[in-house]
């Protein structure tokens, strides 16, 4: 399956991540918690740097809790300021606010020294595609703020939201585009969404899905559509249990037909939206 996947628009929307982040203070990087690193791109390292940054592994309702604590640790490890997420949760949204004021805790330190009292913070939220970025801001905005724009200083025709006194948000989220060269990480990517869907295989993708949930996460599959075994040769095996799958759920073609297609659809959609448990599909190398 060829994975590449390159539209025009994204060298645009880099264009404008390097304006827009020239206004800001913090960066808060959306990552799927599924694949926190698959979902990253390694440019936001550069076009962020100098910027206080936020990771918030969104989607943790859908992971695995205890590889999700591994991916904490991984990138505190590494400098950073993380915090779990369901992103439709807006009660979460006041430790949010807190890890904002202390991933920046140096430039209000250093405003205040220079005298300069109340300064929100300006912050934006970037990720690639289907990380949650609108989700989140809608949830963090909520109602009680207010937009503000066109602001001396600000870029004519921005808008902040205004969450308090202390933290303003930018309302576009910067999208970054999926980057790799491993056909594992595309497969990732794939499963949880952030690659244009009509590009892809399903059917190739559910195998591969199957292959992986056969060797990671073995019994899953065999509870939820009530297979013989789901272990042995899964490499061989896979087929068999697409059309397994296929069976229990009446995917079968008028003429008695498996419906490979719809099958795999099925089984994608399902993982996608959590009904097959809390999965995720990598570790931290090294912590
Ligand atoms: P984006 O701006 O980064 O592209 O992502 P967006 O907010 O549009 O979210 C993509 C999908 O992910 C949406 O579902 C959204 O509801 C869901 N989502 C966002 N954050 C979370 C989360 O923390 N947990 C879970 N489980 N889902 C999340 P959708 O099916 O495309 O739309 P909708 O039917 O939910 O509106």
Not at 7 to 21: F, L, N, S, V, Y
Not at 193 to 202: I, R, Y
Not at 218 to 234: F, S, W
Not at 242 to 247: D, K, N, S
Request: aromatic share 6%; net charge positive.
């Amino acid at each position: 399956m060829d994975f590449q996947w390159y539209p025009g628009h994204m060298t645009k929307a880099k264009r404008q991540m390097q304006e827009d982040i020239k206004l800001i203070d913090l960066v808060i990087e959306l990552v799927d918690a599924r694949a926190p690193e698959s979902s990253r791109n390694p440019d936001i390292n550069e076009l962020g740097r100098q910027k206080a940054r936020l990771i918030l592994l969104n989607k943790a309702d859908l992971a695995d809790q205890e590889k999700s604590r591994q991916w904490k640790a991984y990138f505190r490890g590494r400098g950073f300021l993380v915090v779990e997420l369901d992103a439709r949760n807006k009660k979460r949204m006041k430790e949010i606010q807190d890890a904002i004021l202390l991933s920046c805790r140096e430039k209000i330190e250093r405003d205040r020294k220079r005298g300069i009292k109340n300064r929100p913070v300006r912050a934006m939220v970037v990720g690639i595609p289907n990380v949650g970025k609108s989700t989140f801001i809608n949830s963090f905005a909520g109602k009680a703020c207010t937009k503000t724009g066109n602001k001396p200083g600000v870029t004519k025709g921005k808008q902040w939201i205004r969450l308090n006194k202390n933290v303003e948000l930018l309302d576009t989220p910067g999208i970054l585009w999926p980057k790799f060269d491993d056909r594992s990480v595309g497969m990732r990517l794939a499963w949880i969404g952030s690659m244009n869907d009509s590009l892809l295989n399903t059917e190739e993708l559910s195998l591969e899905l199957i292959r992986f949930l056969t060797a990671f996460y073995p019994g899953v599959l065999a509870a939820r559509y009530q297979l013989e075994e789901d272990g042995g040769d899964a490499q061989t095996a896979a087929p068999e249990i697409l059309g397994e799958i296929a069976r229990n759920r009446n995917c079968i073609r008028t003429g008695g037909e498996i419906d490979f297609g719809r099958a795999a659809a099925l089984l994608i959609e399902e993982f996608r939206s959590g009904r097959l448990g809390r999965i995720t599909l990598e570790e931290p190398d090294a912590i």
